[in-house]
């Protein structure tokens, strides 16, 4: 099922050329309210990468980007590396599993990206790994799986 553009918004974004929105509609949900505008992109290695745009609301008492944010925009580009470098079919499905090491702080002045590869993909899953990173400088190193739901006939 591909997500429908009366609730996803994916077309070009005329402020970055060469980058994709990845926005809901509904800026109330998750993604609008809490990580902001983000737009994707596939790089010339075939990586797909994810960007958002850090605001004060993302940060820690250190000054740095929140870990939760980081581990909220890797949980997004597993669906974002599906839909633009996988089979296209980035709904309905379930994050299985998701492993992350931080190894640095995110400066909140600078775009933060996850730029992920697909090591495989079956009828059911995908198996999803990657970065997150401010241009040279890694903030994260992650794996992730996500589940295919087959979608299921509502009830008459």
Known sequence: MVLPDTVFEHGPDPENPGWRHWNLKD??????????KLITRVDEDGRSRLRMFPER???????????????????????????TIGT?????SVTLELSTQFVG???????????????RETGSLVFVRGSVVQEEDVICAFSGIVKKMRTRPLPQ
Not at 31 to 36: I, K, P
Not at 64 to 81: K, Q
Not at 88 to 92: C, D, R, S, V, Y
């Open 88 to 92: 296209g079919n980035a709904g309905p």
């Open 105 to 119: 702080g995110g400066d909140p002045k600078r775009p933060l990206d996850a730029v992920c590869e697909i090591v």
């Open 27 to 36: 800026q109330s949900l998750f993604n609008g309210a809490v990580m902001g």
């Open 57 to 83: 609301r993302h940060e820690n008492l250190q000054g740095i980007i929140h870990g939760a944010v980081s581990l909220s925009l890797i949980d997004i580009s597993l669906f974002t590396t599906m839909h």
